[in-house]
């Protein structure tokens, strides 16, 4: 099957860097995205990383791919209290128009 | 540009009723989707489109039927409601070809 998973909750105090795991099942992956969802509102799109490439770096966002382990991660330093949301990662696969979600992380930082 | 609108952003229903969750979009996106959102299950696929009068289902289709007449609108209908079908809805669109999703701001419904 097509399986997208997520630890569901992850508490990080201000200032410090927050790391979101994701593992998905299928080697045809062709993207990986990282979305994140506020209170309320739709799905915002963060970064997305081509499956050839094992890293991309954007301001404070880090996204690493391991496509051996098929593990994709999202480290964002110096974690704002706005960073605060739920995260989804996503796959894509190659020959298809569908993404699959994994279910989510919640990210509460404190202050 | 306004994105992607869906309306109504909250509704309530009960059992057996019908209704159309509306999902516009005015980027000239070949592509749009209907996800519901439950929680701890991520975002499920109900039903897509590539293009105006082709639809295909996704993978929770069942109590849903969908309509692409334009490129701009992409209609969820749910013809009798259940109490399963209490969920957020998004609605998402993209350029052909692109990888990148648009979502809308969401659809809250609640099936009494």
């Known amino acids: 099957g097509e399986d997208v998973e997520q630890s569901l909750f992850l508490s990080v105090r201000e200032g410090d860097s927050s790391v979101i795991n994701c593992t998905y099942t299928?080697?045809?992956?062709?993207?990986l995205y990282w979305y994140k969802q506020e209170p309320g509102a739709g799905l915002q799109l963060l970064t997305y990383?081509?499956?050839?490439?094992d890293m991309k770096q954007d301001q404070r966002l880090t996204v690493l791919l391991n496509k051996k382990d098929k593990h994709l991660s999202l480290r964002i330093a110096d974690t704002q209290t706005g960073d605060s949301a739920i995260y989804f990662c996503?796959?894509?696969?190659?020959?298809?128009?569908?993404?699959?979600f994994g279910g989510g992380t919640r990210v509460l930082v404190k202050p | 540009n306004a994105g992607v609108t869906q309306t109504p952003k909250f509704q309530v229903l009960k059992t057996g009723q019908s209704m159309t969750l509306q999902c516009a979009q005015d980027?000239?996106?070949?592509?749009m989707s209907w996800y519901r959102q439950d929680p701890g299950m991520g975002l499920r696929l109900i039903h897509y489109s590539v293009g105006a009068g082709i639809t295909d289902q996704g993978e929770v289709p069942n109590g849903y039927n969908v309509s692409r007449s334009t490129t701009e609108d992409f209609p969820l209908r749910l013809l009798s409601a259940a109490p399963s079908q209490t969920s957020v809805y998004f609605c998402?669109?993209?350029?052909?070809?692109?990888?990148?999703?648009?979502f809308g701001a969401g659809s809250r419904l609640t099936v009494l």
């Open positions: 998402a669109s993209r350029r052909g070809g692109a990888n990148v999703l648009t």
């Open positions: 990383i081509f499956s050839n490439m």
């Open positions: 996503a796959d894509v696969k190659a020959a298809g128009n569908k993404l699959t």
């Open positions: 980027m000239n996106h070949e592509y």
């Open positions: 299928d080697s045809s992956s062709t993207y």
